[in-house]
């Protein structure tokens, strides 16, 4: 089995409103997956059920074959499904590097009873996460900014850092809404890179963005939803 | 000579219960209205155990940290998943019940009368009576709490509590839950309380509700506020301003009836002019929001 991800007749309504409405598709695994469609079209209603922030009225949502509709947002996040909003959402007080290491996914300090009996498995794992931080960021160009305060930073830089923690956080599937807004030609050139490095490493990307010829450029398969329907769905690679 | 150090022993408390309120306050971005509580849990719990069932302060306190952790505990379950302004209310209604317990529950608590001959600490048959030695063991223990939050400060577990602060749909999102981070605060927040009061039960050998109403609450967030949150720094800058400042006004030769009532003016004036200038604090890290 390829595939990551798979939604079948999936609906959404609240209130007579109806923004998602039998929508099915599959996300094979290590692939790039771009979603488009007008304000309403109800992809963002998609990320949000895909991620448990709203519950299905009807369908499924299969990850890694095991349904996933009923379980909770912290539930489907620590099964590695893991969303970049398209404000980024950074722990503004800490440091660069300690927003990375806090995204681990797996950190024995983070239990109180660790930190006291195991205390110096703790600060190993701690020192080898936090050399892990700093690789990554050198691998994307930014080590200068690992000793600065993340609420310092400029928009385009906090975009790249919370990408970074989705990279630290070692996801499988990661939601990435508009990555490109707000970005100057430079940084999308440098996301759109990165993007390409975690599809590299094995991480498979479910992308909403209105830049469609610069995500279309990295994109495996674009599906275009119109009035909280697919309208289209398109095999890039093989197109 | 024993006057300054009787200043220096409630400077003593007074930094153990901003270090408290500055775990909550500060680090998680909990606004407590409640931290009196936590002092009065500690200080009634020692009070009683040593005064009805002779027990001494080594086992006192242990009882008391039990006691808080377990009050913490039910409180975080019941107000740990609200935020901001909702967090407040629930901490004031919290505040509001126990001073209510605490002045109702007559056979327990004795009410309004309070409790009195509570026996000071010993140490090896060594009776902590005097002004000069309580000092000494109140330092220690204010020693003690600066030591473990000089460690406790860079475990990623704090990196986890103060990210929680700045964003709990981020940490959600990173498959980690913010409620837990928030308890480990409210709860850590307590024991350091719970320290607090056995201590200023033992060393006042009398307490009553008063000492630990919603005024009190509010002068403990108000010394984080003027320190600063977020660092240790802050809270220990605001203590020292909030018990040294009365002294001062002795230089200036004022009768006692009009210094007691500067103090609180001089000290609310310093308030208005922090949020005003330095919203931060002195040497905050922090916003209070």
Redo the contacts between chains.
Sequence with gaps: MNEILNIENLNKSFDGVAPVKDVSFAVDKHSIVLITGENGAGKTTLFNLI?GLEKPTKGKITFNGSNIETKS??QI??L?I??L?QQP??????LVW??L???A?H?I????VN?IFKSKT?RQE?EILKQKAFDLLTKFGLQDLSNQTAGELSYGQQKLISFC?IAM?GTQLALLDEPFAGLNPQTIEQFSSMILQMKKEGITLLIIEHNINKALAIADSHIEMKDGKINTINDIATA | MNYILHILIMLEIYILLAISANQKVGLSGLLSLAQAVFHGIGAYTAAITITKFGCSYWLALPLAMLTCIMAALVFSFIAGKVRDLYFSLATLALQIIFFSVAYNWIPVTNGSYGISGISNPEIFELKINTPGSFALFGGAWVLVVILFYNWFLK???C??I??T???Q??V??????PNHYKR?SIILSAVITGIAGTLYATYTTYIDPTSFNLDESILILSIVLIGGA?RIIGPVTGAVIYILLPELLKFMQMPDGIAANMRMILFGLLLVLIVRFKPKGIFG??LIQ
């Design positions: 991620t947002a912290l996040s620590q590695g893991i969303r909003y959402r950074l722990f503004k007080n800490l300690e927003n290491v806090s995204a996914h950190n300090g983070n239990s109180f930190l703790a701690d923690m956080n | 475990t990623p577990i990196r986890l103060q990210a602060r700045d964003d749909i981020a959600l999102s990173l498959g980690k839950n480990i977020g890290k922090y």
